[in-house]
């Protein structure tokens, strides 16, 4: 049998260096005769360990990692082909810490398979959901996706199948899935991830909703700052409709469906779902009112499901397992399992599939190992950058939807990044108004006109002029925006700014008494 | 240096390219990230051409494409240096490699160097998070900026 080498083509990975570990490797393998294959699979998502190199032995896989390309001769001095001992030796990859303290079913097949190898794809699992799918009735699609009690992993955390539901239920001529790929908030990299190592896990899960809910056409908006994702899901549809996966005859039954990848243009806005849909249309990206909701009239006017990709991604596993195996991960109202991407200032940064109820101190400091800097923890800004900066003091917090809400905080797409104690909170705040500024779409003035506002008021904290007035004046400003903004952008931005000023005061006080306390 | 086109080959050379997208769904987004990619930027001699072809205004067009971050009006540098600015790099002194990288080039966000040979820009996440801080240099991913990295960029970027 020929040796098969696996070399992550994440973009993570490369960005790490694994497009000259795959080069070196190449060249050893030329220069020394010897005969292999090398697959560009996915990321697992250990980052730390990345580019990790994965060789498929006789008994099993072995990883190596972080490989340098530097390392690449004695990996094959020390026999690595057949699993041989190195410094940079991890073992089978599912024995991992990191990787083993997962409950990975979103995520079974990243970082695993090649991304493009339908055949992989097919033996690992896939599929299935939509096999099943093609012989059930629409209603009980959405059913079964109701019973799993998947939220959308977008943020929101709406019920997803109660969206479909009202999209079965439109009568129209034509329904379109949308599939919102334009993952913006800092600290998040699970669309990416997806969409780069298992693209058709996203391709079944839409074609899955698009019988579900009698729609045939799908549309992946994917933003502009992921080009390896757009070229990889570009390829996979590709593939997809030569197999009829995607076509008049989804999987040899009477359902079409067929699907387009569409790129975003740096709007950090488009992540709204209505200004997503503007945008696709071919419009400026500015959020529109709602109601009407665009399950009824959504894309062109038309009943329209829009999902996240995690969301769609799911769907696949509950088709294939059922309801109650996904409902019986999780906790509270928040079922199955989230993908926990851990970023920033920490050790152990990357993915980290795990059922809901893991509390964010359990997530920092036991997975995540604490800080990379080794300095200790001072704040963590949960779910990008419209969500809450947590202290120590609420690491005891659940990863729950409602157990973050109550904490004034959020979830988001769950994204962690984690600051170590250099990080100025005032900084923080005055970021997420400036950043607020930059991306509102100008619809609503609370959004348009309260982060320029809010900039100014926070510069004058900084500065120590009348402070205690001007304290006063962010809250009362945070006020108006969170509930006179139109979309989330403006509504959201002050989770980060109250968070900001509630649990680091500190680093609010007047300048000559921030200098005087350091 | 880019040669000045003549109006008439910017025409004719964005007709073709709505010719090709505008059976689209929705194919103003795909037509200008066409035009970009032939010109480098989307040129105004490009807009009542669009504008015609789709039959929009041309203060509709205008409106789109200077909704987006991603087109621009002039072309850029030879490279397209972007740097991410966003909390998780923040986390990671993102601050400091963008005044080290401004500081080198000579040039601040937003701007060309005088000869042409790079254009530098801020960004808001490029889902490398977990490797802070990050940059795309050509469209190509870098993680864990450092000042070795930052000295091999503006190596290639002079060179």
């Known amino acids: ?518 | 240096m880019t040669m000045q086109l003549a109006s008439t080959e910017i025409q004719s050379r964005t007709a073709a390219i709505i010719q090709e997208l505008k059976d689209l769904e929705g194919p103003l987004l795909p037509i200008l990230h066409g035009i970009q990619e032939e010109f480098g930027h989307v040129p105004q001699e490009a807009l009542p051409v669009i504008a015609d072809g789709l039959n929009l205004s041309r203060a509709e067009v205008h409106g789109v494409v200077t909704f987006y971050h991603d087109f621009r009006a002039r072309p850029a540098g030879r490279h397209v240096l972007k740097l991410c600015q966003a909390e998780a790099c923040q986390s990671m002194g993102s601050d400091a490699v963008a005044t080290k990288i401004k500081q080198l080039l000579g040039i601040g966000f937003h701007e060309t160097t005088r000869d042409g040979s790079v254009t530098l820009e801020p960004v808001y996440c490029l889902g490398l998070c977990a490797c802070s801080p990050s940059a795309m240099l050509d469209g190509e991913v870098i993680g864990r900026l450092d000042d070795e990295k930052i000295e091999e960029i503006v190596a290639e970027v002079r060179s």
């Open chain 1, 1 to 518: 049998m020929i040796p098969r080498i696996y070399i992550p083509g994440d973009s993570g990975a490369l960005a790490l260096g694994a497009e000259k570990v795959a080069k070196a490797i190449a060249r050893e393998l030329a220069e020394r005769g010897v005969e292999a294959k090398i697959v560009r699979n996915g990321s697992r998502g250990a980052y730390f360990l990345e580019p990790m190199v994965e060789v498929a032995t006789a008994n099993g896989r072995v990883a190596y990692g972080p490989v340098k390309p530097s390392d690449v001769k004695s990996l094959f001095d020390c026999g690595f082909l057949t699993g041989g001992h190195h410094k940079r030796w991890l073992g089978a990859p599912d024995k991992i810490p990191f990787l083993a303290k997962q409950t990975r079913l979103t995520f079974a097949r990243c970082g695993v398979i090649d991304p493009l190898s339908l055949d992989h794809y097919k033996a690992h699992g896939g599929l299935r959901g939509l096999q099943n799918a093609v012989a059930m009735a629409p209603a009980d699609i959405v059913k079964q996706v109701t019973e799993s009690g998947l939220r959308g992993r977008g943020g929101a955390g709406f019920p997803t199948g109660i969206k479909w539901k009202t999209v079965l239920d439109t009568t129209s001529d034509r329904k379109y899935i949308v599939c919102n790929a334009d993952e913006g908030d800092s600290a998040t990299f699970a669309d990416r991830m997806i969409m780069e190592g298992d693209p058709f896990v996203l391709i079944e899960g839409m074609t899955i909703a698009g019988i579900a809910t009698g729609a045939t056409k799908g549309f992946v908006y994917i933003r502009s700052e992921y080009p390896h994702a757009v070229a990889t899901m570009n390829r996979a549809v590709e593939v997809a409709r030569k197999a009829g996966v995607l076509g008049v005859n989804v999987l040899g039954s009477p359902n079409a469906f067929d699907m387009e990848i569409r790129v975003g243009a740096g709007a950090y806005v488009c992540g709204e779902e209505t200004s997503l849909l503007n945008s696709l249309e071919g419009k400026r990206g500015v959020v529109r009112a709602k109601p009407p909701l665009p399950a009824i009239q959504g894309l062109f006017g038309k009943p329209t499901v829009i999902n996240n990709v995690i969301s769609l991604a799911s769907v696949p596993i509950i088709m294939d397992k059922g309801a109650a195996f996904y409902k019986d991960y999780g906790m509270g109202r928040s079922r199955g399992t989230i993908p926990i991407q851990i970023a920033g200032n920490v050790r152990h940064g990357g993915l980290f599939e795990a059922a809901f109820g893991m509390t964010l101190g359990e997530i920092v400091d036991d997975i995540g190992g604490g800080t990379a800097s080794g300095r200790p923890v001072k704040a963590v800004q949960v779910g990008g950058p419209l969500g809450a900066y947590f202290p120590r003091a609420l690491f005891d917090t659940p990863f729950d939807y409602e157990a973050f809400a109550a904490k004034d905080g959020l979830i988001g797409h769950a994204g962690l990044t984690v600051f170590d104690d250099t990080a100025d909170m005032l900084k923080q705040a005055r970021f997420a108004m400036e950043f607020c500024a930059i991306e509102s779409c100008g619809k609503c003035t609370p959004c348009r006109i309260g982060s320029t506002r809010g900039v100014e008021t926070i510069d004058r904290l900084a500065a120590g002029i009348e402070p205690e007035k001007n304290l006063a004046l962010v809250t009362d400003l945070c006020n108006t925006m969170k509930f006179g903004s139109l979309c989330a952008l403006g509504g959201f931005t002050p989770y980060p700014v109250m968070s900001s000023i509630t649990h680091f005061p500190e680093d609010f006080k007047p300048a000559p008494a921030r200098a005087a306390a350091e």
